[in-house]
């Protein structure tokens, strides 16, 4: 019995990991880590026209009437860029001169523009659907733009799609990169892409029709959206980043133009390496020193690791180590336990209380 408490005590803590949020947490920190240590450049496909402090402060008036995103939409037109997002709301009217002119501007784009919807909770519980007003859908696509925010205040998945009030509607990333289904799971989005590779021109520029801004966007997929502080479009994103809304949008359609729709091992590969290191451990754990034990479970989780590391940067997939790190910490702590002789430190304790009561009492 004495040679299997070691594994006893692992499946114990594991256990217990599994009623907590241990794995979980750990698991978010070692992915976040190794995408600290990639780093990939964004294809340059996707630019984010930014509607910034510089814009804000040139037009001098905010909200913007309609009419500037239609004289936009109309730029970009006659230059010949056709696939272009607004990550703006519409779902409300304004001046009906300046709708009437969107609603032009859209037309003449061909009915390509993808205009944004989202859902958003209200009071008591109700849920409140935002979409484009019915004169923009009928010139327009719609494409959702909520993200979901992890427990820990971060962003790391992403949808193809949602539905939204019983109906179906693609993710914003998904339009513009060209690939949505109500089928496809959600993902983790790539942040080893760095967003400050993503190209961004200034919405003013673009406005003004400055002939080098227009020229960077052809052939390009545009995403129009608010990146000035004051908006308050703002996502936390791993590794301390914070990220504009449509810099996320970018970011996931990077994801997946890239081929890098990350998604997690099965449950199956992560038991069988526990299965492999606990067989390990079965078979060396009376052969070989504790010093030896220790530096063979030290050298067991880097090489773990290491594979997924060079998982994650060569395929979409991402290998789950924390229950193995967390079994690899409790075999470190049996090693150490065992090599201390626990039970013969307590009766050593246990003799010297008697000692000093006895004397005590004498």
């Known amino acids: 019995m004495k040679n299997y408490r070691p594994h006893i005590l692992v499946a114990a803590v594991l256990g217990i990991a599994l009623l907590t949020n241990w794995p979980g947490t750990l698991r978010n920190a070692l992915v976040d880590w190794r995408f600290a240590w990639q780093s990939r450049a964004a294809t340059g496909d996707v ?67 993808v205009l944004p919807a989202f859902k958003q909770p209200g009071a008591e519980g109700a849920t409140y659907y935002n979409r484009p007003l019915p004169q923009f859908r009928g010139e327009s696509w719609t494409a959702v733009v909520n993200v979901a925010v992890e427990p820990d205040g ?63 966007l052809k052939g390009k997929k545009v995403i129009i959206g608010g990146t000035a502080l004051e908006l308050g479009d703002r996502f936390s994103t791993p590794n301390g980043g914070i990220v504009s809304g449509p810099v996320l949008q970018a970011l996931a359609a990077e994801s997946i133009l890239q081929g890098r729709v990350l998604h ?47 998982l994650q940067a060569s395929y979409p997939l991402v290998l789950d180590t924390s229950l193995i790190h967390i079994a690899i910490a409790t075999y470190l702590a049996a090693v150490a336990l065992d090599e201390i002789g626990i039970r013969a430190l307590l009766g050593r304790i246990a003799e010297s209380r008697f000692q000093r009561i006895a004397m005590s009492l004498g």
């Open 154 to 216: 971060l962003v790391r998945r992403y949808e193809f799609g949602q539905e939204l009030d019983a109906e179906f509607l693609p993710s914003m990333g998904a339009v513009l990169a060209g690939r949505f289904d109500a089928k496809s799971p959600s993902f983790l989005i790539d942040f080893s892409i760095r967003s400050a590779t993503i190209p961004k021109v200034s919405f003013i520029d673009v406005l003004r029709g400055d002939a080098a801004t227009l020229d960077r």
């Open 47 to 113: 630019v984010v026209v930014a509607i910034d402090a510089r814009s804000i402060e040139a037009i001098g008036v905010w909200p913007w009437p309609r009419r500037l995103h239609a004289e936009l939409l109309q730029g970009l037109d006659g230059a010949g860029i056709s696939d272009v997002a607004f990550d703006v709301d519409f779902a409300t009217p304004s001046d009906p001169a300046s709708d009437r002119t969107f609603v032009d501007a859209l037309h003449g784009a061909g009915g390509s523009t």
């Open 264 to 310: 997690w091992t099965s449950g199956a590969v992560t038991l069988a390496c526990l299965a492999m290191l606990v067989l390990v451990m079965m078979l060396t754990w009376r052969r070989f020193s504790a010093g030896a034990r220790a530096v063979a479970l030290c050298l067991c989780g880097l090489a773990f690791e290491a594979i997924a590391f060079a």
